[in-house]
């Protein structure tokens, strides 16, 4: 069975989110061709490189146009490009666009949709996957219909594999036309950082419990120890001590790191519906009854000022 994956990009650099997605499909293949769709400005290099997780040819769409996520002209090009190889199956990362984007292409090929799958297809009794539901409180296991299909692979449920080989990298040009760039970018923010909360396989979170913005430093070297990216809870970014896009939780980011580190954090519900698929959740909190604690699969009771440096001192030696 063919087929396709589609790898997003930021500032041309392939998504590491995308490499799992590639690794997926070439499990799900089983024996057929994975087949790469990358829109707008990439690097060569890295197109090339994705033969290492088992894509065998990569379309390269480079219409500048691509690189702002205009919904229906992404839609467009992967259903063009799964129809020109004849995809069976359509896997994407998910994202902020791919959340968007799946559906439409699901419709476009006449096929089925299923997001944050969580396993490799069960082809005993048809077509099953494993899709995490309510916010990861739960798992549901549904059978697609015959036809195309369309899934969206959540972070880290499949890990990244790195082999050896070479993609080829062709050039595509899908037919587009004006009313797919109907919706028009008048501007972008882009979150800051060294590694972006969606992307990051390490965490460390902070909240009240720190009292104040000006306390913010050791959380940043902790995170620096670590490689990890910064995040916090929903009331420190409504008190404008830290940014908006490092908000997690229900109606901020959510995310699916390896681990995550709590610091000053209850643990209201809103919060953990954001981060409770971590593989691994630290909490450091003085309340030995906060709630986090419940969550949490390694609990520090004490003083955050206290416990943080001596955590990251022991981290660096």
Known sequence: ?????????????????SLEAVCYASKVAEGGEVTAVVLGDANADELAGLGKYGAAKVLHASDSRLNDGVIQASSAVIAQAASQIDAGVVVMARSSLVDAVASRVAIKLGGSVAANVTSLPDNANGFTVKRSIY???A???VTLPEGKKVLTIKKNSLGVEEGSGTASVETFTPELSDADFGVKLKEKQKAEGDILLPEADLVVSAGRGLKGPENWGMIDDLAKTLGAATACSKPVSDMDWRPHHEHVGQTGVKVSPNLYIAVGISGAIQHLAGVNSSKVIVAINKDPEAPFFKAADYGIVGDAFEIVPKLNEALKS
């Open 139 to 141: 798992f549901v296991d």
């Open 135 to 137: 916010t990861g409180k």
């Open 1 to 17: 069975m063919n087929v396709l994956v589609f790898v997003e990009t930021d500032a041309g650099e392939v998504k590491s989110s």
